[in-house]
């Protein structure tokens, strides 16, 4: 056997190796880590297939991002992606690190640029780090969507041009509806139960493609629940932001605390499913056609929902845990 047929012999398995034998390397600023113990452990046990956590970035293949990317943290995370060898790869964990999340138009985000002007320009441009990065590293980078959603500038103004029309169309439309401008860019829409359905379709035919969020509000001195649908637009490419792009519509709807219904909206929105679970869950809406309310968080049903005002959490971690006796006895 010649020395280019031993050469070719020994590539085979190392290519083998780095495509089954994936070592992540986590970076956890937020939520997201939440997926990771149950991937990783006996839950589905990754590490079955050649999955393993590693301690420093020099024996990674596969960075994992998992929570919003500040200007503090963009750089320990180049940093990090710099030591890593060939191949690497990269995945963002949720919508925080691909593109801001809550978090968007907040002063931290990386590509906030009056954060950089406040601070008299001592922060490096962070796009031209990012081009430096896709430039040196090629796909692998590219293809996170951490790297794409990065590279956009994330201060939306501009918004309320579109605003206007928005609203009319709205208003003349639906009955029953009260839309609220609280500040540039933003919008409130508030509407009865049953026609939260209609009026997000409505929406998402009128550009708003991206239900960032559904969250929920306990007026306990009001007998109310109130659950809020955040939308937004998907960007369309990574350079451009059009008018539409520069909104965010805030859908609200208030039921009665004793019984709460709504009609579930994933027919509209599929990523609708795990929120409505946990709303079910945390507060205890029935989202009627959801076709499966099963616990998504807590281990046992409680009396109140725990994300309730009324809940007693005090009492019930003494009721839960204060019968536990100490290790002495």
């Known amino acids: 056997m010649d020395r280019n047929q031993i050469t070719k012999w020994l590539k085979s398995p190392s290519k083998m190796a780095n495509k089954y034998s994936l070592h992540a ?11 990771i113990p149950p991937v990783i452990t006996t839950r589905w046990d990754a590490e079955r297939f050649g999955v393993l956590p590693v301690a420093t970035p020099r024996q990674g293949n596969l960075f994992m991002i998992t929570g919003y990317v500040s200007l503090k943290t963009l750089k320990a995370i180049i940093r990090t992606y710099e030591q890593m060898p060939d191949p690497k790869y990269t995945v963002g964990f949720g919508s925080c690190p691909i593109n801001g ?14 954060h950089r002007q406040r601070h008299g320009g001592r922060i490096p441009p962070i796009q031209e780090e990012l081009r430096r990065l896709q430039a040196e590293s090629g ?13 956009v500038r994330r201060r939306r103004p501009g918004g309320e041009s579109v605003i206007p029309s928005l609203r009319k169309k709205l208003e003349s439309t639906f009955k029953d509806i009260e839309v609220t401008v ?11 139960g049953d026609s939260v359905p209609v009026v997000l379709r409505y929406l998402k035919d009128n550009g708003l493609d991206h ?43 208030r039921i009665p605390r004793e019984k709460p219904e ?16 946990e709303i079910h869950e945390l507060f205890g809406v029935h989202f009627d056609g959801h076709p499966r309310l099963i616990p998504l968080f807590l ?3 409680y009396d109140i929902p725990p994300f309730r005002k009324d809940f007693d959490t005090r009492q019930y971690v003494e009721d839960t845990f ?6 002495e006895q």
């Open 139 to 151: 796909d692998a980078f590219r293809g996170a969507g951490v790297a794409r959603a990065l590279s």
């Open 25 to 35: 390397v986590y970076f956890c600023t937020g939520c997201g880590i939440i997926e």
């Open 299 to 301: 281990e046992r049903e």
């Open 322 to 327: 204060g019968r536990i006796p100490p290790v």
């Open 182 to 192: 609280p500040e540039d860019g933003k919008m409130s829409v508030s509407v009865p």
């Open 211 to 253: 239900l960032a969020l559904i969250s929920c509000v306990d007026w306990i001195d009001e007998g109310k629940l109130e659950v809020v649908y955040v939308l937004g637009c998907y960007m369309r490419n990574d350079t451009d932001v059009t008018a539409e792009q520069r909104i965010h519509v805030f859908l609200k709807t």
């Open 101 to 114: 999340g809550m978090c968007w138009d907040s002063c931290g985000d990386a590509s906030v640029d009056p």
């Open 262 to 277: 709504l009609k579930s909206v994933i027919d509209v929105f599929e990523n609708a499913e795990p929120y409505e679970r």
